[in-house]
């Protein structure tokens, strides 16, 4: 009788193993499903940010420009802060450093301001870092 058992329960757990197996490559084999952007700011694929922001570039420019007095803008552009804001991203180059300046879209006010460390030539993970190496 207890071989029986033995049998039947050996039975039992190789039709699992064959019905997991088969799950799991279903599961493989399945296509992926679509990406869905995170971004649902005031427009999803939009090439201009810069139209949907309330602060235009020249006052994000000041608003950086004040944060480092005696600077010069670098660089500024528009980008979709979360689901419902557009920010500006402006470099400033003060006293031989370049700052990292977000200003909110919307009201003006700074997000962020921080000193841009250069990647060595080890970290190259940052592509759109401005830096003159």
Do not use: Y
Not at 80 to 108: I, K, R, Y
Request: charge should be negative; proline fraction near 6%.
């Amino acid at each position: 009788m207890a071989n029986i058992k033995a049998i039947i329960l050996s039975g039992i757990l190789a039709a699992g193993a064959v019905a997991g197996t088969a799950q799991l490559a279903n599961a493989a084999s399945a296509p992926s499903p679509a990406p869905t952007s995170s971004t649902t700011a005031p427009c999803a694929d939009c090439d201009n940010w810069a139209t949907h922001a309330k602060v235009t570039k020249a006052d994000a420019e000041k608003t950086a420009l004040a944060a480092h007095p005696g600077g010069k803008v670098v660089q500024a552009e528009a980008f979709p802060w979360d689901e419902n804001t557009v920010a500006w991203d402006v470099v400033v180059a003060a006293g031989g450093t370049e700052h990292w300046v977000t200003v909110h879209g919307d009201n003006g006010k700074v997000l962020d301001d921080h000193k841009i460390e250069c990647p060595t030539d080890a970290d190259v993970t940052t592509l759109d870092v401005p830096c003159d190496k």
